[in-house]
């Protein structure tokens, strides 16, 4: 049986119309555009009104990434939803699966926050390098906006909403290079989004914890001293599997968390600035959405030409990081 390897054919990407720049949150918060731009490197971020769904903005990049890929919605046998907001906490993916008409598709949502997309990706290539699937469409999308505390200077700053999306391929030769996964949960306290329950009784004697989720917590030294760390050494363990050193690489794709951390990144690992992708000034952090959302601007702008080798890596909420070295196009 001959070995069936993985290709990414197309891309999408959608944001809300909504933009929210630095000058105008300063508004809302203690801040000024100097403060957030010389210790993030964002500017703007859009942000989803009540009435826009994660699952419409999902199918928006996943219609542009099917579109490009050249095939149709019913051609497509598996949907991953890369998320940590979804619509419905029973899952957003058949949503997306019924919005896009994808019939023959099995759908569900994985998650792994800023590091879902990754995750997603080596997942996807498993069930086509099997052979049990041809077509995958991968969606990272998040709406932080609803999970954010719009008082905490130290994170509303911070977050965007968006979507992005890819499709996944089999193919005679495998262009998903190589990976590695990484989780340490005993560093969960530094970046989280938790639930808090307060206890409710039923009966005499029968209690419950009833509550909801929290806004977004974080120790902001904590996550980029961890990721100026984590980062380099995961995407070198994902170079050396995928038996290439750090020179091939034709563009560096990092979670668009920080601007600092991605100069510390390409900086340790001797990547020259002219390789580093970067939209973080437009749409702040977007999580899972933020890798293929800067992916597709960068192959719709044309920086990214077919054959390109790229090194993504994504880091966060668990902890969780990891990277993929991957060849775009056919």
């Known amino acids: 049986m001959q070995k069936l390897g993985v290709v990414i054919t197309g ?83 058949c949503q997306i699966q019924a919005q896009l008409g994808a019939t023959k598709a099995v759908a569900f949502d994985l998650t792994a926050a800023c590091s879902g997309f990754v995750f997603g990706l080596v997942t996807a290539a498993q069930y086509i390098r099997t052979g049990v699937y041809q077509n995958v ?76 989720y929290q806004p977004i917590t974080m120790n902001g030294k904590e996550v980029y001293r961890f990721a100026v760390q984590r980062v380099p050494e995961v995407i070198d363990k994902a170079l050396f599997r995928a038996n290439l050193s750090v020179d091939k690489v034709d563009w560096l794709l990092l979670h668009q968390a920080n601007q600092r951390i991605l100069d510390a990144v390409a900086e340790r690992l001797k990547i020259p600035p002219h390789k580093v992708i970067s939209n973080l000034a437009h749409y702040g952090n977007t999580s899972a959405a933020s890798i293929p959302l800067a992916l597709d601007g960068a192959v719709r702008q044309g920086q990214i030409q077919s054959g390109d080798i790229i090194a993504a890596s994504g880091f966060g909420a668990g902890l969780t990081w990891g990277a993929a070295v991957f060849q775009w196009g056919r």
């Open 11 to 93: 891309s999408g990407s959608a944001t809300p119309a909504t933009a929210l720049d630095n000058q105008e949150l300063s508004q809302r918060v203690e801040t000024s555009d100097e403060w957030i731009r010389s210790r993030t490197g964002i500017r703007a971020r859009r942000l989803a009104t009540a009435s826009e769904s994660l699952s419409a903005i999902a199918t928006q990049a996943a219609t542009e990434a099917i579109a490009m890929a050249g095939i149709t919605p019913a051609e497509l046998d598996l949907i991953l939803l890369a998320t940590s907001t979804p619509d419905d906490l029973f899952g957003t993916a």
């Open 137 to 212: 469409l991968l969606v990272g999308a998040d709406i932080l906006s609803r999970w954010v505390d719009w008082e905490d200077r130290r994170t509303c700053v911070l977050f965007g909403d968006g979507a992005g999306a890819v499709v996944l391929q089999a193919n005679e030769s495998d262009r998903l290079l190589g990976f590695e996964l990484k989780s340490d949960g005993t560093e969960n306290r530094c970046l989280n989004l938790s639930y808090k329950a307060q206890s409710k009784q039923l009966i005499q004697g029968v209690n419950i914890g009833h509550g909801t």
